[in-house]
Every structure is written in C-alpha cells, then in structure tokens.
C-alpha cells in the first residue's frame, strides 16, 4: 500500500494546526527543527469561534513575527464592546479585530509552510507508544495507515481531539456549557463593522461580529437544559432577552457545535509529547481570548521542545507542567470568575445598572482580557 508521507522520522510531529499548533511549528520551522504538522481537516476550514483577535493575540503574532495581520485578511477593527442582557444595553472601548478561522488558521499555517513546516492535511494522527528515544505517531487516511516516529509529539488537537488515546486525565468541570457557531450572508443593519455585540442571560450567552467580508459570525455557549429546546431557537431567545435584533437567516444555516467546554487535563504533558492550546484546558472565553491561550501555549512550547531534542528527559515534562500552568491558569481564572458571576440574574441586573452609569467600572476587566 502507498506510504501517507514518505519521510518517517521527524524532530518533531504536532497534531493539530489550530492556532496553538501551527504557531508552535512556526516557531521550531524557524529554529531549523525538523517539523510535521498534521490536521484531520482540509484547509481551509472553519471552527467554533467567536473569530475575535484581542490586543493579545495580536502583539504575540508580532512578537513571533507575523506582522499586519489586519491588513493581510482585511480584518476590520474593532474598537466597540456592545453588552446586552435584561433588556439593557452598555456600551464599552474595545481593541482588536474580527477575521474567520479559514482565513485566520490558513494564514498561520502558510507562514508555518513558508519556514520549512511540512503540512499533512485529511489526516487523522494520534500517539502510540513512546520510549527514551522517540514516539510513534499513527497516521490515517482514507483507507491507508501508517506508523512514523519523532523525537518530541506536540498534542493540540483541541476540545474534541483523541490524539491521546486512553487519556483518563481528561475532566469535565461541573456545569460546562455547550458552544455552538455559525455564519450567515446577511443580517440586521443594527450589527455593524467594529462592534463586538454580546446577549447574555443566565442559561448563556451569544456574541455577534462582522467578519472581513461582512458576514455575521454568530457563536454561543448554551446551558444544556437550553440546548435541548434546539440551537436556533435558544439563540434566538437570548437574542430576544438583550432586546438585540433576531437574525433571521441562521435559520437556514448549518452550525457546527463543540463538547462540553469546561475541561482540563491534570497532566500537560509526559513521555516525549506536550500538551498545547485547547487540548490542555479550556474554559469559557469572554471575547477573544481562546485564540490567545492557544497562541501563548503555542509560542511557550517551542524552546522547552527544542531543549528536549538535545536530550530527552522527565525534567522537560515538568517544566512545562509548570510553566502551562503559571501561563495560562491566571488568565483562564479571570475569564472563568467572570462568565460565573454572570450566570447569576441578581449579579446581571446589578452589573447592567452599574455600567450603564458607570461604564468605566468595566475597564480593568477588559483590560485585563486584552493584555
């Protein structure tokens, strides 16, 4: 049977080429690693997103020297936070830009491409055994399969991934919601270019954007009990709650849904493979900032795996246990306190009457979510 990809041995295999994964093999394509990067999708896709760069995300692509981000997929800015719960609207500053997850995605990987990154698209990969010397990683498509080796494995195949087989560190956290996308042509004037529009009420929350070619991104996260009455019509509801208008044409769309979005492993890391991006933990966003988490993990990972090529050892799975961990866990705890504090309708209606005559009492949070 005809091999999936030729050459067998690699430095290194990441599964995944979401933002974390591809930014990660950007960087050791740079240092001169040899690198796989390998998706089960082809590109360009889509993805459950918000499809929301925070100032964050955008100084890091720079750092990692990716640079006019907004201006390469015409990404329009945006500079306007439009709250909407209880028939009440806010409005806060804001600083980023809205751009889809097939031009967004498509572009790290090209700029992972164009450094020395082979791409394996249609592909499905996950980790078989690992020793002191390298780990297997197994290939399929289609009807073929094939086993090839590296000597680090980078897991970033996100909320729905399997790459780790068997991996009983996974845990779903209590009352996780459920997030769901989709993208329509047309919509209200009232949802405008530069304005992230967000509906909340205690069952969940949908946030609303123009994307570079002004369609509407439409993403969400829905108690289950909400769910079950259907995704449209709990859209619509929460739409309806925030006195936003009802978008009539995601009526006629397809939508694409994540699991439960709440979840974190105990370990990010063992033998010859790191965990990145959404596949190590993720809880829910508040705007923007999963893409940023993925990036930061992304960009974190890249020289402790090029310190483990010299020499592997147990060392390299615990720093980057701890260094995940003081990276990530403080932002996620902000994000989680807030999308908390808002499933209380006591807490929403005594937020909405503060901002609506104090909006500035909302700076350090946004704040501190985009920096």
Same mark, same amino acid.
């Given at each position: !049977?005809?091999?999936?990809? $030729? %050459?067998?041995?690699?430095?290194? /295999? =990441?599964?995944? &080429? ?5 930014? @990660? ?114 290939? !399929?498509?289609?009807?073929? $399969? %094939?086993?090839?080796?590296?000597? /680090? =494995?980078?897991? &970033? ?5 399997? @790459? ?126 999963? /893409? ?9 990972? @890249? ?69």
């Amino acid at each position: !049977m005809e091999k999936i990809i $030729n %050459q067998e041995e690699w430095d290194v /295999i =990441v599964i995944g &080429a979401g933002p974390a994964g591809s930014i @990660a093999a950007f960087e050791l394509s740079k240092s001169g690693v040899s690198t796989l990067l390998i998706d089960k999708a082809k590109f360009p896709r889509t993805k459950v997103c918000g499809s929301c760069l925070n100032l964050r995300s955008l100084s890091l692509l720079r750092q990692s020297g990716i640079n006019d981000i907004e201006s390469r997929l015409r990404a329009p800015r945006i500079n306007k936070f439009y709250f909407g719960a209880n028939q009440k609207h806010v409005s806060l500053s804001f600083s980023g830009c809205s751009v889809s997850r097939e031009k967004f995605d498509h572009l790290l990987v090209s700029e992972a491409v164009n450094e020395g990154t082979y791409f394996l698209p249609k592909t499905r990969a996950t980790l078989g055994k690992t020793n002191e010397f390298f780990a297997t990683v197994h290939l !399929m498509s289609g009807e073929q $399969n %094939q086993k090839i080796k590296a000597q /680090i =494995v980078l897991i &970033a195949d996100g909320l729905a991934g399997n @790459a780790l087989k068997g991996d009983e560190n996974f845990r779903v956290k209590p009352k996780s919601r459920i997030g769901v996308s989709t993208i329509v042509n047309e919509g209200p004037a009232f949802y405008r270019v530069g304005t992230i529009y967000m509906a909340y009420s205690k069952n969940g929350y949908v946030g609303v954007v123009r994307l570079e070619d002004d369609r509407i991104d439409i993403a969400a996260a829905l108690d289950q009990k909400l769910i079950r009455s259907g995704i449209k019509e709990s859209i619509a509801s929460i739409l309806k709650e925030a006195a936003f208008p009802e978008i009539e044409s995601m009526k006629n769309t397809p939508w694409l849904g994540t699991p439960y979005m709440s979840r974190s492993r105990n370990l990010v890391s063992g033998e010859r493979f790191f965990v990145i991006g959404d596949a190590a933990s993720y809880t829910e966003p508040f705007t923007g900032e999963g /893409i940023s988490w993925a990036l930061q993990s992304g960009i974190a990972v @890249a020289p402790i795996a090029i310190e483990a090529l010299k020499q592997w050892s147990p060392t390299h799975s615990r720093k980057w246990h701890l260094r995940y961990h003081d990276l990530i866990a403080r932002q996620q705890r902000i994000s989680k306190l807030v999308m908390n504090s808002l499933r209380s309708p006591l807490f929403i209606r005594l937020i909405m009457n503060l901002l609506y005559k104090v909006p500035a009492l909302a700076f350090p949070v946004i704040k501190g979510i985009e920096n």
